[in-house]
Each structure stands twice: as structure tokens, then as C-alpha cells.
């Protein structure tokens, strides 16, 4: 699939976002940091880290996709419509029973889950600034694809384990993001597709019957 932009549009709808939303960046990576401290220091199962989560996918499809990525890719306002609907499906899980617990454990869930969730915030932007990607001609946290490695990383960590449906929409993205990445030459986020394909690979292993079930 052939993007309908070039790279010097691209870096240069990234300027136009930071500048215009300034200092909206750092907000989003506190709101990313009070996420992990509602997940992982509550004791009891808690809604807050879906709903935080929340606000993030519903920031990404209306002020990114509807309102600057739009202007160069039509394609724009369907993305918007999938992220607003992401959005949603966090609101409505965290209000669902049972409650989740989000928890450090030491299995491949818990392991790779927190190793997202420091590549999205800390690992990603470094490794686009090695690159050649610097501010304001970047993608920041709260943009699409470090965003969605977060999200990945997010949900690993809840227990039971969320339904499949709740990465679906962020596996789609990674299908649109790595197409652009490789016509772009946006390496960082090449991160994107194998955070989805390892994410989705624990989730099919967590949604598996227990043996005794299959031999039912």
C-alpha cells in the first residue's frame, strides 16, 4: 500500500503537532507514568490504568488523526474513528467484572509487559534521536506508534488477562505502521509490528484451555 504523503510532510506534520500542542507532550508522558504507578502499586484490582489508558487512544484519534495527520492522509479519519473506538473498548473493560489486578509477576507476560512499557517511554525516543528524528521533527509520547508499544506493554499486565478483542485495534495500527515505516525509513518504529507480534503471541498462550479442559 502506496502512503499518500513523503517523509519531509511527515517529520514536518510531527512540528506542527509539537509546536501547536506544546507543552501537551510532557502532560501525556505524566498521565503514561500515573498509568504504571495506578497499575502496579494498587493493591486490589483497580479500573484506573484502563481509564488513563483511555484518555491517551481518545487524545491520539481526535487531536492527531482528525485533527494534523488528517491534512496529509485522508486515510486519517478512519484511523481516528478506530482510535476513538479504542477508546471506548478501554472504558467499557475497566467497567466490566471481574476488576483487574495489574501485576509485576515474574512469568513472560509480566517480563515482556514492563519491557514495552520502558522502550515506549524511555528506549524509543532515544533510539529515534539516534537516528536522525530530532524535536520538534519527532514523534513524541502520546503519537501513535510509542503510544501503542505502551499499550501493549499496559495490558500484558492485567490479570485475568484482558479479552483477545482488546488488541485488535492496536494490531491493526501496527499493520498501517510498519507499511509506512518501511516507505518512510521511520526504523523506531519498526518496534511497533514486533511489539504486536509478541503481544499477541502471549495472549493466544494466556487464553489457551488448561489441559484438563482440552481433554474434556
Known amino acids: 500500500m502506496r502512503i499518500p504523503f513523503t517523509i519531509d510532510e511527515f517529520l514536518d506534520l510531527f512540528r506542527k503537532y509539537n509546536e501547536v500542542v506544546w507543552p501537551a507532550q510532557w502532560i501525556l508522558v505524566l498521565l503514561a507514568a500515573a498509568t504504571v504507578v495506578a497499575a502496579l502499586r494498587m493493591r486490589r484490582p483497580t479500573r484506573i490504568p484502563l481509564l488513563l489508558l483511555s484518555v491517551l487512544w481518545l487524545w491520539m484519534g481526535i487531536v492527531y488523526h482528525f485533527v494534523f495527520f488528517r491534512s496529509i492522509n485522508p486515510a486519517a479519519a478512519l484511523f481516528g474513528a478506530l482510535f476513538v473506538m479504542q477508546a471506548g473498548l478501554l472504558v467499557w473493560l475497566a467497567s466490566r467484572k471481574p476488576v483487574r489486578h495489574f501485576t509485576l509477576r515474574r512469568d513472560s507476560a509480566g517480563v515482556l509487559g514492563v519491557s514495552m512499557i520502558v522502550f515506549a517511554l524511555i528506549i524509543y525516543p532515544l533510539l529515534g534521536w539516534l537516528l536522525g528524528h530530532r524535536y520538534p521533527y519527532a514523534p513524541t509520547f502520546g503519537l501513535p506508534c ?42 523506531e518504529d519498526l518496534s511497533l509490528p514486533v511489539a504486536a507480534i509478541i503481544a499477541s503471541a502471549v495472549v493466544l498462550q494466556l487464553h489457551r484451555p488448561v489441559a484438563w479442559l482440552r481433554r474434556a
Not at 505502551?150 to 485495534?169: D, K, Q
Request: glycine letters at 4%; zero cysteines; a positive charge.
Open 146 to 187: 510509542p503510544t501503542t508499544v505502551f499499550t501493549f506493554g499496559l495490558l500484558l499486565l492485567a490479570r485475568p488477562a484482558l479479552p483477545r478483542s482488546a488488541f485488535i485495534i492496536p494490531v491493526l495500527w501496527s499493520v498501517v505502521a510498519t507499511s509506512a515505516a518501511l516507505q518512510l525509513g521511520m526504523m
